[in-house]
């Protein structure tokens, strides 16, 4: 099979912008979550979708969305970008009610 | 909030020595998960324990669960090269509803001398 695959790779953005990321999950995984990484903050969770439904959010502000498609494909938006945005985003799939998350490579966001 | 907390920070060890990382969560768990990155790399899941006072092996790597579902510890003997990267415990978020939300440790770097 093959893994989570995330576009783009690489992303520069300059501050006020705004930034769409993709991910697309294993076949037949249908939870998706997203997590970014500093080194500063580690790795801090973002949201999971499953079955198209927000099912856990986690604490950052409201410039960050996401959603998810009926084929389990997910985007996440972060408007009106800051300094503070750059860093790696991840996102991991998972089978229903299993523990193992399955990361893609990650989208590397550098907001200037 | 809950907070999951790992030492040490980083670890530089020289090849065939052990090594050892030590997650403490604040909140009891449900299960613990570990999870290793390789430097450029995403992170890769090596296992999950569930219950209290679990011990699981995998070839050089030992993960052992505390009795009170708060720790957890992963131990490599004889490190090799090819162990050099991140090692993260996470856990489930307190008030999560299903597995997609994790608190991670912060991480411990081990870097392995040849």
């Known amino acids: 099979k093959a893994g989570v695959t995330q576009t783009p790779r690489y992303l520069i953005k300059t501050r006020g912008q705004q930034v769409t990321l993709s991910c697309s999950p294993i076949s037949g995984h249908r939870s998706v979550s997203w997590y970014q990484q500093t080194p500063g903050q580690g790795l801090q969770f973002l949201f999971e979708y499953f079955s198209e439904t927000q099912r856990n959010k986690g604490n950052f502000p409201g410039r960050f969305s996401g959603r998810q498609f009926s084929n389990s494909r997910s985007e996440m938006n972060v408007s009106t970008l800051e300094l503070g945005d750059s860093a790696l985003y991840l996102c991991?799939?998972?089978?229903?009610?299993?523990?193992?998350?399955?990361f893609g490579p990650g989208t590397r966001l550098t907001v200037l | 909030g809950q907070q999951v907390m790992q030492i040490p920070q980083y670890q530089h060890v020289q090849e065939g020595e052990d090594f050892t990382t030590y997650c403490n969560s604040s909140t009891t768990l449900s299960n613990i998960q570990w999870y290793k990155q390789r430097p450029g790399g995403h992170p890769v899941f090596l296992i999950q324990?569930?219950?209290?006072?679990e011990v699981k092996k995998q070839k050089r790597l030992t993960f052992q669960f505390g009795e009170a579902k708060k720790n957890s510890s992963l131990h490599i003997t004889a490190t090799q090269t090819t162990d050099v990267g991140t090692y993260f415990c996470?856990?489930?978020?307190?008030?999560?509803?299903?597995?997609?939300?994790?608190?991670f440790g912060q991480g411990t770097i081990l870097t392995v001398h040849p």
């Open positions: 991991a799939s998972s089978l229903t009610n299993t523990a193992e998350q399955f």
């Open positions: 324990l569930v219950k209290s006072g």
């Open positions: 996470a856990g489930p978020s307190a008030g999560g509803t299903s597995y997609g939300k994790l608190t």
